[in-house]
């Protein structure tokens, strides 16, 4: 059964910085692209930022360019979302997923495997 879990979520004032990981069991991870997507309360689940597999070609949302960065550690199986110089407008749940042979595409309905969310909440 493919898992997909996400940790490094939590509270934090405006301004300050959170890095989020996700450990996934879908094998070969290498193969795998891999985003990140985030849900506000009452509003629908949005692109955040996509890595591809192979070249690791990286993928963000307009509004995270230049604050948030996706990386991945093949051999841990495991993407990171560093994100700085947060804004209470980027309060939501983070939602990892994998998209096996994916080009980094930012449609939902192309990832194959989501993880069960971790909460980002930042104060003003």
């Known amino acids: 059964q493919v898992q997909l879990v996400e940790s490094g979520g939590g509270l934090v004032q405006a301004g300050g910085s959170l890095r989020l990981s996700c450990v996934a069991s879908?094998?070969?991870?290498?193969?795998?692209?891999m985003g990140w997507f985030r849900q506000a309360p009452g509003k629908a689940r949005e692109f955040v930022a996509s890595?591809?597999?192979?070249?690791?070609?990286?993928y963000y949302a307009d509004s995270e360019k230049g604050r948030f960065t996706i990386s991945r550690d093949n051999a841990k199986n495991t993407v990171y979302l560093q994100m700085n110089s947060l804004k209470p407008e980027d309060t939501a749940v983070y939602y990892c997923?994998?998209?096996?042979?994916?080009?980094?595409?930012?449609?939902?309905?192309?990832?194959?495997?989501w993880g069960q969310g971790t909460q980002v909440t930042v104060s003003s």
């Open positions: 997923a994998a998209d096996r042979l994916g080009p980094g595409t930012q449609g939902m309905n192309e990832y194959d495997y």
């Open positions: 879908v094998r070969p991870f290498s193969i795998y692209t």
């Open positions: 890595i591809r597999w192979g070249a690791a070609n990286t």
